[in-house]
């Protein structure tokens, strides 16, 4: 069975920890963080945990999507 490149396996953490942060800013601002009204959030860290969340989630998913790619190109080989 092959096994996964080292860059592989270091894309694949990066991107989970990435969205992992953004999934966490996620829950912070809808539970600690005050809610999110009509206007936004409802206090300022729950701001700053909105912006973390924004940034974060689509750069993990694209970094969580390479990682994915290149895993399954590494069990092809």
């Known amino acids: 069975m ?3 490149q080292p860059d592989t396996r270091t894309i694949l953490r990066t991107g ?3 969205f992992g942060t ?3 800013s996620v ?3 809808t539970t600690l963080g005050g809610g999110i009204g009509r ?3 409802h206090t300022n860290s729950g701001w700053l945990a909105l912006m973390l ?3 974060c989630l689509p750069t993990g998913f694209l970094t969580l999507t390479l990682a994915l790619m290149k895993v ?3 069990l092809r080989r």
């Open 2 to 4: 092959p096994s996964l």
């Open 39 to 41: 206007q936004g959030p």
């Open 27 to 29: 829950l912070y601002v």
């Open 22 to 24: 953004g999934l966490l």
């Open 53 to 55: 969340a924004m940034g």
């Open 16 to 18: 989970l920890l990435i």
């Open 72 to 74: 399954f190109t590494d």
